[in-house]
């Protein structure tokens, strides 16, 4: 049994809690450690699943919508847009109302989003409603975090958020999977309609299960010209970075974009040193471990988001396999994030976060690196290999840079911090998928021509060769409707290979992120305000 201490709010002036001096046992399900995790775990996994598994019904919603390629972007854009804007303000709204109401009510909009979306009959609305759910998700997962921080003593709080981090990582990497069962046996709707039991059972569950958890010292008032500022700067950041690609990266207006975040950030930065109680007090970042951790969140989720986003295309567009064929093939990912998180978990409690940080990065770097080695002709087995090793190295990062994080912060800006650790998450996903996306490009720009002409194929016109480098950025060979099925193969050979060698340098920088991650890893730290979670008050 658990253990947690019962004490009343105070005012804003008091002291924060330190260790539980005098704890209780947990009676009955209400408040109950494990069934707290379980619900949030129920919750969370919506938000995660949500950000791979709409990739497979993509194609069918443009078909059935007569959507435009661009404005099927914007239905995973403006989904990952508004939960980077939102995460931090969400969490700082779980720190003044509580960390239960903000995750119930992020639980009902996101599946009440969910199923407008399956119900729309118009591309806008279905862009609408995905930004609605990005609004929602940012409110229920700092407040997991924050729930799980105030409800578990800090000796099971790494095993908790193990499992947590299992949670996500499954549900991200199983996306495609489930995704592809869905819209090729049912239809392109029921990949948002199945959110819509999921937050029912996440709703039911929080009623009965989730207990309030405020701490006693917790803002009372709200920043607002730090919460303009702030959500100025993360669009702006966010927006270049999904535009880039599109725009290109010497584009005046990237760069606008790019200046603008700038003067946004350097603005907040010195509003939150003169309002009272700011949104993010800058005092947090004095703590090395805790920028060590936010910056760790980044570096890795370069590799990991930037890296899944060309696999799946090898292996539907290169190896030919069908949405199901290419989620299973991503099973080894999975399956090892789902053993690796909890492991993860039990070492950090033992050894504390550096070593396994460290060591998660350095795998992540060896299996970047070894998909750097796959070509057009690569078997199951090797593929399984490599993937079976990011899923090793990403699991203790998951969990290590979150605890850093959230256990380096006090217990009243805990769901701030989890909006740090989120919002990390995702500005490193859109800059790797941003960033590893010019490096493929670059590659794919400079080498098609050549291999075009060393193939002895027809010179194309530049337009037609521009036209045909975005279609092999993707994987898919440039074969014109009834060319000879000599031309067809070379054409497809080409293209194959030319992707490949693009996929290889995008990995490598990967690696060379994640091997840069490894030196930041020696800066963290176990959080000092760990012992802080069970003795919080809860209301």
Known sequence: MTSQTTVEA????????????????????????????????????????????????NPAIQRDLGATFAEVQWITNGYFLALAVSLITAGKLGDRFGHRQTFLIGVIGFAAASGAIGLSDSI???????????????????????????????????????IWGMVIGASTAGGPILGGVLVEHVNWQSVFFVNVPVGILAVVLGVVILLDHRAENAPRSFDVLGIALLSAAMFCLVWALIKAPEWGWGDSRTWIYLAVSAVGFLLFARWETKVKEPLIPLALFRSVPLSAGVVLMVLMAIAFMGGLFFVTFYLQNVHGMGPIDAGLHLLPLTGMMIVGSPLAGVMITKFGPRLPLAGGMAVTAVAMYGMSTLDVDTGSGPMSLWFALLGLGLAPVMVGATEVIVGNAPMELSGVAGGLQQAAMQIGGSL??????????????????????????????????????????????????????????KITEVAHDTFISGMSLASLTAAGVATFAVLVAFLTKRGANAEAGAGVGHI
């Open 124 to 162: 806008a609305l279905v862009v609408a409603f995905r930004v609605l759910q990005g609004v929602f998700g940012a409110l229920l997962m700092p407040a997991a975090l924050g729930l799980l921080r105030a409800t578990f003593p800090a000796e099971k709080l790494n095993m908790a958020i193990g």
């Open 432 to 489: 790797g998928t941003a960033v590893l996306g010019a490096v493929m490009a670059s590659k794919v720009d400079s080498d098609l021509a050549g291999n075009w002409a060393d193939a002895g194929l027809p010179k194309l016109p530049p337009e037609q060769m521009d036209q045909a480098s975005e279609a092999v950025q993707v994987g898919v060979a440039p074969v014109a409707e009834g060319t000879p099925p000599q031309i067809a193969g």
């Open 10 to 57: 105070t005012g804003p002036g008091d002291k924060a809690p330190g260790a539980p001096s005098d704890p209780t046992p947990a009676k009955g399900l209400r408040g109950h450690p494990w069934f707290t995790l379980i619900t949030v775990a129920v919750g969370v996994m919506m938000v995660a699943l949500d950000g791979t598994i709409v990739a497979i019904a």
